[in-house]
């Protein structure tokens, strides 16, 4: 039987194959589980992560210190879109991330053919989409172990019910078994009673 590849070793959005200079990444995205490469990866999560420094953010960033694109939900950080500002000014300027300003944009970028080391801003990338694929399955690895737990909690209890279901049959039978015992032993007495002599 041939095996599909595809899912394995390209990703499903830009159709790159994995190589030296393509990472492809296993990511849980909408409830199923894909290969994106790096580029894929950060697009597809666009407000985990500051575009321009690539550090993913936590949920301790205090909104004065954070922009939001205006055209997409990608969030950055106010020291890197603006570092000659001052963190406590109250407005700021209109945000657009890079992948708005440029929607052809690659964040990684290959490795140095002869060389093959990659600068530091695409070692940044790399390590950000890997995080959030990492995220990304340990989220769903938690949910799968969750839903598992409740499962098996449920198949307990079903367990407990059929039991119960079974030593009630068991209890009814025996009494109608008794009742017919009775019964029986009833009728053999009046019919010994009513016998001639």
Excluded: W
Aim: proline share 6%; glycine share 4%; with cysteine.
């Amino acid at each position: 039987m041939k095996r599909q590849q595809s899912s394995a070793s390209n990703c499903v959005l830009c159709g790159a194959s994995q190589t030296l200079s393509v990472i492809i990444h296993n990511v849980r995205y909408r409830s199923k589980t894909h290969s994106y490469c790096t580029n894929c990866v950060l697009r597809q999560h666009p407000g985990t992560f500051c575009p321009i420094c690539f550090e993913l953010f936590d949920d301790s960033l205090r909104p004065n210190l954070r922009l939001m694109c205006v055209r997409c939900p990608s969030i950055a950080h106010r020291s890197c879109a603006l570092p000659s500002t001052d963190d406590s000014a109250a407005a700021a300027p209109a945000f657009l991330c890079p992948t708005c300003v440029d929607p052809n944009i690659t964040f990684f970028k290959p490795p140095d053919r002869e060389t093959g080391a990659c600068d530091v801003e695409s070692g940044k990338v790399l390590v950000a989409a890997a995080q959030i694929a990492a995220l990304s399955m340990s989220r769903a690895a938690a949910a799968a172990r969750f839903e598992a737990e409740r499962r098996a909690r449920e198949a307990v209890v079903a367990k407990r019910r059929a039991k119960e279901a079974v030593e009630n049959f068991e209890a009814i039978v025996a009494m109608e078994e008794g009742a017919m015992t009775e019964q029986r032993g009833s009728s053999g007495r009046n019919a010994r009673r009513h016998a001639p002599s």
